[in-house]
């Protein structure tokens, strides 16, 4: 994840210019869903990952990875998922499609659009987050991580922030 530049503030002819330590080397990867269920608080359920650069590290997530986001996802909302998700390759793997037909009595899917970012709000989310780290002069990787698990718990207890990332795709949840 790659935040934004963001805008700061310098004296007048003069450019400001932050001093940071350390290799620029790793990742930070995240996963995500946001919830809706009618007469229920919307909620964020969320996996971060970190990526070193070791041998035989992942970079990101893989489709095991999502299966086992979904399966907690279940556990935590009670009840059947109505999926809806982009066309991101990991969506479209023999695996994931094999995990997706074998619990079809609790996984109804449907995907968005080949590129459709307006209609995500899983997106608006991603932009909350990147918007907070911004101006981050990280020292390390793990203060990476540690300010976007902070911005994420942040949006999990603001459930109006993830009906407004909804909101925005004018997009309408009918119970």
């Not at 998700?85 to 969506?91: E, F, G, M, Q, T």
Request: hydrophobic share 40%; net charge positive; glycine share 10%.
């Amino acid at each position: 994840m790659t935040p934004p530049r963001a805008r700061t503030w310098g004296r007048v002819g003069r450019t400001p210019v932050v001093r940071v330590r350390g290799r620029g080397s790793g990742r930070v990867s995240m996963a995500g869903m946001v919830c809706y269920k009618p007469g229920q608080c919307s909620r964020l359920i969320y996996a971060v990952r970190e990526y070193h650069g070791r041998k035989n590290e992942p970079k990101g997530f893989g489709w095991k990875d999502l299966r086992n986001l979904l399966v907690r996802a279940r556990l935590q909302l009670g009840g059947p998922i109505v999926l809806v998700w982009d066309n991101a390759r990991l969506h479209l793997t023999a695996g994931m499609r094999e995990f997706i037909a074998a619990n079809a009595h609790w996984l109804t899917v449907f995907q968005l659009p080949a590129y459709a970012p307006d209609i995500n709000p899983q997106e608006g989310i991603w932009s909350l987050v990147k918007r907070e780290i911004g101006n981050l002069a990280a020292a390390d990787l793990a203060q990476i991580t540690g300010a976007v698990k902070r911005r994420l718990k942040q949006i999990q207890y603001r459930p109006d922030l993830v009906d407004a990332c909804l909101a925005a795709t004018e997009l309408i949840a009918d119970g």
